[in-house]
């Protein structure tokens, strides 16, 4: 078994960060295992469907509601908890860019069963890209 250093978690919302970041708490105290929480939003201007201009209030205000959930998160329990927003439209490159430069050897993200959600969810999609383990947590709905 691997000795983790440094988990990723990777959350969409309060719903399914406070019982990741819990999870991540608990694996924290027990390995010495540094937490960086991060959300990822999407970069709509690299569309380029219309002037950059008008999606960069889109995209600043997305990315202020997501540090406004993030610190509110990484106050909830003791210890430092680092927090990062990924804004990208190349999802994969720029997670498995981001988990090599931070030294992130694993990723904590959660999964909800709902209707589709074997088609939407992304959680799936982290175990085949990325190149470190991957721990996927069942978030009830």
Known sequence: MNSYTHALILISDKKDGIPLLSQAAELAQSLRLKITLAHISDDYRQLNYVSDSLM???????????????????????????????VTMRRFADLSQCITDLGIDLVIAGHRNRFMGALTSRSAEYINHLTVDVLIKHIPN
């Open 56 to 86: 960069d209030e889109v995209v600043s205000e997305e990315v202020a509601k997501a540090r406004a959930l993030l610190n509110e998160l990484a106050g909830m329990i003791s210890g430092r908890v680092d927090t990062l927003e990924l």
